[in-house]
């Protein structure tokens, strides 16, 4: 979308306020498509860097897991804090 915008030459603040996007945006996707890229190139360059995005997923060792499913399976009621200082 942005570069049939910018093929028209249309200025970078109509599109962005057609597109509810920032300037800055704008002009990155621009500058990205002047230096011989596609759009689906930026398209691809944005999944990639958004996947580097957010939290971590936890991951537990085995021995962490069998700990704790024997805990709950005991029934034993601790609170969160004497778990995390166990493990």
Excluded: P, W
């Excluded at 962005?16 to 596609?38: C, D, W």
């Amino acid at each position: 979308m942005i570069k049939a915008y910018f093929q028209e030459n249309i200025k970078v603040l109509d599109i962005a306020n057609s597109l509810g996007r920032s300037k800055q945006t704008i002009y990155k996707v621009i500058n990205y498509l002047k230096e011989g890229h596609s759009a689906y190139d930026c398209y691809k360059q944005y999944k990639v860097n958004k996947n580097r995005c957010g939290r971590n997923k936890t991951s537990l060792s085995q021995a962490e897991k069998n700990f704790i499913q024997t805990h709950l399976e005991a029934g034993a009621l601790m609170s969160l804090t004497e778990l995390i200082q166990i493990l």
